[in-house]
């Protein structure tokens, strides 16, 4: 039997311009973190950049007609801050005219697109005066959300401040894996609180400008903890990972404040409550439409008796435990394939948001795929993973949880990252050195799946 989806759900695939755009010197675009970073000897596999990621911003075009040729009804993507404000502040217009020219052609083809603002690609000009630690970063990042919602809003109703402020924040400030590269948890966690108030400030002014069927969100990626043995020890251990990982941004936006022990928990850096002012969490709380949830797979965290001892938890501040390997079978990038977990998460976030709706912002999985010589892609892993993790939703919505859409990550594979082109994420295989698209296996089950507005039993 299938599992049938309401019928109004949203289907679609989702990128970020980075990852896809290549590109990176044209029409006046200026230099990002990224390309800064991924100049850094070793930061990236392969000594990878953003060139020629997908070409996408000579090929849209083709990109677009893909979707339409998948049958998508929804493309997620994000606008790139340097290519429109290529120092952060002033307006190149052949930055903003590529959006126009995609906003177009995805409206032709009757494809409804959601605008992420802030995918990670901040301007090295705004990074050299502190970037996200900065607090005149939220002015910035306002005038800049601004700008591409006065350019777009009469074509676009869906605008995403911020993707996985986590990752921005706790993996480009903290651990360093990502731009821009530091490795200091105060700035970390004064950068996420920056990124907070830089998501309520703009939701704020954008929903004062309105627009036509206008909605405002923030997407966040989860991680739920899983404590393998049922003792308090692995509990608190658990329960003091969740806040970090799942609460830290989710709860201010709900208008929660910071979550219970955090500031406890992070007080020995004496960086967060320095940099909270009066009334930023109630910026912060400014009402969105939905929430995006970007779920991969969970997290296996240990008490550690001595927390002195070094760990690999990735969370900034936090003592006293640490992370399990991943339990198999894995996808390429080494990530647990867990879709119980996904159904947990979206039972879990329902209760908790309220009458907030959620979004199944990205899912997806990495492996080495290959184009046969019959030209055909059969990643029959991926079509299991994402068959698994999309009954894993219909469950959710039986048990109560109010999820409207799900946009697969990705719609091609791109430039992963610090993993540079070695992880392929896509419905679509791309080949770097003659980028040709190729629709693998997965994507034709997936586009079946759209087509259907039902998955099949397991
Ligand atoms: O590729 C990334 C994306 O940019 C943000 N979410 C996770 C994906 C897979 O790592």
């Known amino acids: 039997m299938e599992h049938v989806f309401p019928s109004d759900f949203l289907w679609g695939a989702a990128t970020a311009a980075y990852q896809i755009e290549g590109a990176v010197a044209e029409d006046g675009r200026g230099s990002s973190i990224w390309d800064t970073f991924a100049a850094v000897p070793g930061a990236i596999v392969g000594g990878a950049t953003g060139e020629p990621a997908c070409d996408h911003f000579r090929r849209y075009r083709e990109d677009v ?3 339409d040729e998948l049958g998508l009804p929804a493309y997620r993507f994000s606008t790139a801050w340097p290519r429109v404000m290529p120092d952060g502040r002033t307006v190149e217009p052949r930055g903003l005219a590529f959006y126009d020219k995609l906003v177009d052609d995805l409206l032709d083809r009757g494809i409804r697109p959601l605008v992420t603002l802030y995918h990670w690609d901040l301007p090295q000009a705004l990074q050299d005066r502190g970037g996200w630690c900065d607090r005149d970063i ?62 309520g400030t703009a939701t704020r002014v954008l929903r004062e400008r309105g627009g036509p069927g206008h909605r405002l969100s923030i997407v966040l990626n989860f991680s739920p903890a899983l404590a393998d043995v049922d003792d308090d020890a692995h509990r608190d251990a658990a329960r003091r990972f969740d806040v970090l990982q799942n609460l830290f941004f989710l709860d201010p936006v709900l208008g929660r404040g910071y979550p219970d022990g955090l500031l406890a928990d992070v007080a020995h850096l004496g960086a967060l409550e320095p940099a909270i002012r009066d009334g930023d969490l109630a910026t912060a709380a400014t009402p969105v439409d939905w929430i995006g949830v970007n779920y991969y797979a969970p997290t296996r965290v240990v008490p550690l008796a001595d927390p002195a001892t ?15 390997p991943p339990r198999g079978p894995l996808t390429s990038i080494g990530w647990e394939q ?102 693998k296996d997965s994507g034709r089950f997936y586009a079946q799946v759209v087509a259907d507005n039902a998955v099949p039993a397991g």
């Open 138 to 199: 939220v002015r910035r990042f306002t005038d800049y959300a601004c700008v591409v919602h006065d350019r777009l809003s009469d074509r676009v109703a869906e605008w995403t401040t911020l993707n996985e402020p986590f990752c921005s924040a706790f993996l480009g400030y903290g651990v360093g894996v990502h731009a821009p590269g530091l490795r200091d948890d105060g700035a970390a966690l004064v950068a996420a609180h920056h990124h907070l108030l830089a998501h």
């Open 65 to 67: 007609a893909l979707l």
């Open 310 to 324: 070094p760990s690999n938890c990735p969370l900034p501040g936090l003592r006293g435990m640490d992370v399990l």
């Open 338 to 439: 867990h879709p119980e977990s996904l159904t947990d998460l979206l039972v879990w976030l329902g209760n908790r948001c309220g009458d907030i709706p959620l979004v199944v912002a990205e899912n997806g999985a990495a492996f080495a795929d290959v184009v046969d010589p019959d030209g055909r892609v059969r990643d029959v892993r991926r079509v299991r993973y994402l068959a698994s993790h999309l009954r894993a939703v219909h469950a959710a919505i039986g048990r109560g949880a109010d999820v409207r859409g799900y946009l697969a990550w990705s719609l091609l594979d791109n430039f992963e990252w610090s993993f540079g082109y070695t992880q392929r994420f896509g419905l679509v295989h791309v080949d770097f050195a003659t980028q040709r698209r190729t629709v």
